[in-house]
């Protein structure tokens, strides 16, 4: 039938483009290496340099992982930079106005209370995440204005419950250190990329991952971003699972504190200022669409690292810190303006 | 004539000081089409969306299989075997077929989503309805045209083991072609057994598939006719109003 015959050529090219989609976005993070080492002079590909984006990356990565559910649920969360910074603060405020440890606290000594802060900054998170979805789900805020105002409010908590400063705790650096190979000297094989939370951090990132793609949870996001009277007609509750998703957000970006206590070694209110901005621009980057309903989480670990890659290299050919927010505009404009071609050409 | 399928008894529903169902009667058969008309607002819409339970009436007494029934959610009224076939197509663009036939009911296989046994019921609901304008059931909706993805909503129906099926307009936006596809697709419902409503503005579309006409005017079913027994003037008249209830709770 005709009909048929046009479906499946459509379909082909849609299958196409989608595994390009990931491909393509891994040939943007090629290129721009080749032209970052070229432009640095063969300095910027380095395992120093290539385990600094990863430190980088998993700094950022759970913020953008959890933007992403948002955004493919049909929604924007602006919260997820404030409440890291939230999160960290009130775990450093457990260890060190709580308890009474200091920064001398160290090595596996720390470790129990690295334990707690974990668990005091992923319920600093759900906390803020069930702030959001009472305002969404129950006053019936639009999600921008609803996180706009958590956003404002985890930030001025953050700065209030720390006096402005950072605190000061127990940590262990060897966690967020690049493990090296053991047996291999590293002066002649630098092996060491993945720091023990980095790994943690794909772990954390992959498993969300299965959600999306495998499973029931994954499915009714992209039904609720695709058409929220269809997934209500089909018996979701929208309630129900989008207090879901603010919840998972809020506990990775408490999670994402999590990481910045120890990478700091203390919270710092300021830990997550403007960090919204780059995960809403990874997941862009990644090909979810803010209207809802697309995106994957392959493409948001791979924006991630492409937003990144960028800022490392900027800085390394020497163009200064503060272009850098210019360049991440840029990027969100720049995916948005080519998801844009894209779907007035047919291809999604 | 046998016990109806699905019977309302002076249903009512109102939007704060409009009076949209104004105690309605109404009733459909299994195996048999029964189409719904009126006029754009008459409260066709309404009086469907108080039956798949996506906004209950304010007063008046559903029976369903001859026990009465009171349908307050779409989950309820879909467990009864009540599923309805949306005017504004109730399907997810960038979703396939298969998971949008199965889209609240997935079939899980220790806790992740059994795609294999899912794909393979698809199939099978729409061969039973002799789909064959679907190549493959793993597109995606946003790529199908108007009249497939009416046939995906009604495979749905048949997926869901419905018992009642009713479609909102389903032809309003197709071509002719793909109209007659959809009628063949309804008429193949009501002779597998299961009880149709339909709504339509198209009065061709209406002889040609239904078997029973009820009339909606202004919130008040005028008429209830036989389609073998009627004439499109005389139902033209009761849609307009120039012929006033007669006919009714007869
Ligand atoms: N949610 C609602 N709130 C207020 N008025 C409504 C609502 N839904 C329908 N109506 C009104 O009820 C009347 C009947 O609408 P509807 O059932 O959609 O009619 P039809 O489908 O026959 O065209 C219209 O006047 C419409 O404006
Ligand atoms: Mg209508």
Known sequence: MVDGKQSISFRERIQGFTRNQTALLVLVLLILIVVFTSLSGGTFLSTSVGSTILTDWGAYILLAVAETLVVISGGIDLSVGATLSLSTVTAGWVLVNGLHLTSKTTGVDAWPALALAALVAVLTGLLVGAVNSVLINILKIVPFIATLATFGAAAGMAIIISGGMPLQGPTDFSLINPLRIPGLDPKVFDTGLFSPLVILMALVTLVVGLFLHKARFGLYTYAIGSNVFAARAAGISIARHTTKIYLVGGALSGLAGFYAYVRLGGGSPTSGTGMELYAIAATVIGGASLMGGIGRMWGTVIGTLILITVQSGLLMIGVATDWKQIVVAVLIAGAVAVQTLQKKNGVR | ?250
């Open chain 2, 1 to 250: 004539m046998a016990e109806p399928l699905i019977r309302l008894q002076q249903v009512t529903k109102s939007f704060g000081p409009v009076d949209v169902l104004k105690g309605v009667d109404f009733e459909a058969y299994a195996g048999k089409v029964t189409a719904l008309v009126g006029d754009n607002g008459a409260g066709k819409s309404t009086l469907i969306k108080g039956l798949s339970g996506v906004q209950p009436y304010d007063g008046g007494v559903v029976s369903f299989e001859g026990r009465e029934v009171h349908l307050t959610n779409p989950r309820q009224a879909s467990s009864l075997g009540i599923e309805v076939v949306y005017q504004d197509l109730a399907l997810c663009e960038n979703l396939d077929i298969v998971q949008n036939m199965f889209l609240g009911r997935e079939e899980l296989k220790q806790g992740t989503l059994d795609e294999a046994a899912m794909e393979f019921s698809a199939i099978k609901a729409l061969q039973s309805l002799s789909v064959r304008t679907v190549k493959s059931v793993r597109q995606k909706v946003s790529s199908l045209s108007g009249g497939q993805r009416q046939t995906v909503a009604i495979g749905r129906t048949v997926l869901r083991n419905a018992k009642l099926v009713i479609l909102d307009e389903p032809t309003a936006a197709l071509g002719v072609a793909q109209t007659e596809q959809v009628l063949n697709l309804v008429r193949r419902l009501a002779d597998n057994g299961l009880g149709v409503i339909i709504i339509s503005h198209n009065l061709a579309d209406v002889f040609q598939v239904c078997d029973y006409i009820s009339v909606l005017y202004l919130g008040n079913m005028v008429a209830r006719l036989e389609t073998v027994k009627t004439t499109r003037d005389e139902v033209v008249a009761y849609i307009t109003g120039t012929k006033v209830l007669e006919g009714v709770n007869e």
